[in-house]
């Protein structure tokens, strides 16, 4: 299936240009888990079908996928496929059911490092997770170039405490004893999941994805210090891999997102990465400031916003778009997945002010920027 018909034009490339530092007309925007729980349309599909069954079958998620784009006519500059961060656990040789209401349940979590020797040894993403790559380019011909469209893969460290803790955990205890215990075999466990990670990017993107993303959405769990030991390398091999990989000519524009890590903003900056995503816990001039305009940013409304009433989304999107700016390294987006109990007409208010906001702040640059050549010329 893959490459074999050619993928229709881009209409819309907002996100690709802001992602590799190009000037925008304005701020492109989308939202982490845009496809899901909020939208009525998607928990009619949940009625009928399991989660894991919608990932599985490439018509179900290409509809999946595209459901906040047609509803959002024009209001989103990108989509992102339809999967989930534990399909790796899966093709690991892990079972994982999603638990209605409860999230992602493992019956069978690794409990000591002697568990490890029941995962697949070397993992071939073509057989395990071809259906991931099959809904990638349906859903590249269905777009029909409307949005360019995102990949995206867990993270080593995320991916290793969920096998670990065996679902959602407040204190990830279990994990952390293994870090702590055992580090040589946890060192081990990230180094085989990062295997993985880099051969399903490639594969996505050799399928049609045009960006992709890695989340490392238990980053902020770790200390500064085990930050750097157990997940910075992971992040930076998974860019530096997929990168040579692909080669020059295929490889696409990179973002991380490690929520909770703010401390470690500096370092992801420089790993490789084009784009660096944010959480709420960072104000706009203080991670311009950090980055120094080494990579693009996203980010980063706290999601809860969205459950605060017209007046507190279009305050905080004022705020938010006018200070990162709306022309030049920036995406506009939450600091973490929209929430099930979002209203879908908070989540249109949040698009169209991200829209009008950035059509302002552009035309107001420009007519600084037309005044101070006055100046000169003057
Ligand atoms: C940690 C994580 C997971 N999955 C994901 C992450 C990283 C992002 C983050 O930090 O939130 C990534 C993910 N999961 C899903 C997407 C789809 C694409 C999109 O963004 O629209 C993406 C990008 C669908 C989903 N993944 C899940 C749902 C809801 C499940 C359902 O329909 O019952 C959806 C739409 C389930 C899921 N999957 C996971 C959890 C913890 C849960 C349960 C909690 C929840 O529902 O929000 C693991």
């Given amino acids: 299936m893959t490459e074999s018909k050619p993928f229709p034009p881009l209409k819309n490339d907002l996100l690709l240009r802001a992602a590799r530092g190009e000037k925008t007309e304005r701020a492109p925007v989308w939202v982490m888990r845009q496809a899901g729980r909020y939208l009525p349309e998607f928990r009619a599909e949940r009625v009928e079908h399991d989660f894991f069954k919608i990932c599985r079958t490439p018509e179900l998620a290409t509809k999946v996928t595209l459901q906040p784009i047609d509803r959002y006519d024009g209001l989103l500059d990108a989509s992102i496929i339809f999967s989930d961060i534990l399909v790796i656990p899966q093709a690991m040789g892990m079972t994982v059911e999603m638990v209605p209401g409860k999230g992602p349940h493992f019956p069978e979590p690794l409990v000591l490092p002697a568990d490890m020797a029941k ?66 075999e946890s060192h081990e466990l990230l180094g085989r999941i990062t295997d993985v990670c880099v051969d399903f990017l490639v594969g996505q993107v050799q399928a049609g994805a045009q960006m992709l993303q890695v989340f490392e959405s238990w980053g902020g769990e770790l200390s500064p210090h085990d930050f750097e030991l157990f997940s910075l390398p992971y992040l930076a091999q998974i860019v530096t891999r997929v ?59 706290d999601p809860n916003v969205l459950l605060g009433g017209d007046e507190a989304i279009v305050a905080t999107v004022e705020r938010m778009i006018r200070g990162f700016g709306s022309t030049e390294r920036y995406i506009a987006n939450l600091g973490h997945g929209i929430l099930p109990s979002v209203p879908v007409d908070a989540m249109g208010l949040f698009l169209k002010t991200v829209h009008r906001v950035g ?20």
């Fill in 119 to 184: 995962l697949t040894k070397s993992v071939d993403v073509h057989k395990e997770l071809q259906y991931v790559f099959d809904a990638i380019t349906m859903t590249r011909h269905a777009l029909n170039g409307r949005v360019p469209l995102i990949g995206f893969v867990g993270a080593p460290w995320t991916l290793m405490a969920y096998m670990i803790e065996g679902g959602g955990s407040k204190t990830l205890s279990k994990a952390k004893e293994w870090v702590f215990k055992y580090p040589k």
């Fill in 243 to 301: 990168k040579a990989k692909l080669g020059k000519d295929k490889a696409v524009p990179m973002t991380v997102f490690a929520k909770g890590s703010w401390y470690a903003l500096d370092k992801l900056s420089v790993i490789g990465y084009e784009v660096v995503s944010l959480d709420w816990t960072h104000t706009p001039e203080s991670a311009k400031a950090i980055t120094k305009g080494h990579v693009t940013l996203q980010g980063n409304m």
């Fill in 359 to 378: 059509l302002e702040v552009a035309a107001e640059a420009k007519a600084a920027e037309a005044a101070s050549d006055t100046k000169v010329l003057g």
